[in-house]
């Protein structure tokens, strides 16, 4: 299989960066397809959320079950009922011995590696050579598997595992939550992202709980940015 320079697959939540980041992949590339995965997340609707938004944007959608991924862990919070979530991202004070941040108990370990592997290999058997995912390190939150260096190792080893020339897109890689709010109002998907998005870790679309740590990063970005917008 060739794999095609003008399509793209986008690694899909419903949330505020990966539905900002189907909407700029939809103005980037010709041919735009979304995957979702359930991974035994507590916020499953979310799902339902990527899948409405991506219908009506007219992008291909499709669902992988990798549930898994929440059996191979204990202790986090979007995947136990029993773990009380922690409400606060990490700090310096949080970091272990070795001077590493501690991630918080929302984190899943391995998910984006899992994400981007399975992928990957989608994009291979539809001839797609560029995957396309939200992840930040400005706002990552103290997930390890968020960051540039953790993307640019996967993308080397993914295609030495396939022999193939795969590029992953971070678009929101070096921007703030304000910032990623003000990309979404320049392709003209404000209204979408904010009302029609799920990011809240409670399950509660739009402006969600306003509690988990999630709603807390998006209201801040979201402030921030209608002040830059007012001014």
Not at 188 to 195: A, E, K, L, Q, T
Not at 196 to 224: F, S, V
Request: with cysteine.
């Amino acid at each position: 299989m060739i794999l095609d320079h003008r399509k793209a697959l986008v690694v899909y939540s419903g949330g505020q960066d990966s539905t900002t980041c189907l909407f700029w992949a939809k103005q980037h590339f010709d041919e735009v397809y979304a995957l979702c995965f359930r991974y035994g997340q507590k916020h499953v609707i979310e799902v339902d959320m990527a899948r409405s938004i991506a219908e009506k944007a007219g992008i291909p959608f499709e669902v992988k079950d990798v549930s898994f991924i929440s059996q191979l862990s204990s202790g986090c919070s979007l995947t136990d009922s029993n773990v009380p979530m922690d409400k606060e991202p990490p700090t310096l004070s949080s970091s272990s011995p070795d001077g590493r941040i501690t991630p918080p108990n929302t984190f899943v370990p391995g998910r984006n590696l899992f994400f981007l592997s399975i992928a990957a290999v989608y994009a291979r058997e539809h001839g797609i050579m560029n995957l396309v995912t939200g992840v930040s390190q400005t706002d990552y939150s103290g997930y390890p598997d968020c960051r540039d260096s953790f993307i640019r190792s996967l993308n080397v080893s993914l295609n030495l595992a396939m022999d193939e020339q795969f590029v992953i897109h971070t678009p929101l890689m070096w921007i703030d939550k304000a910032e990623t709010w003000k990309l979404a109002d320049d392709l003209g998907v404000f209204d979408i992202v904010r009302n029609e998005t799920l990011t809240c870790y409670n399950g509660i679309k739009g402006d969600g709980c306003g509690e988990c740590p999630a709603c807390k990063l998006r209201r801040q970005g979201l402030e921030t940015y209608l002040k830059i917008r007012k001014s």
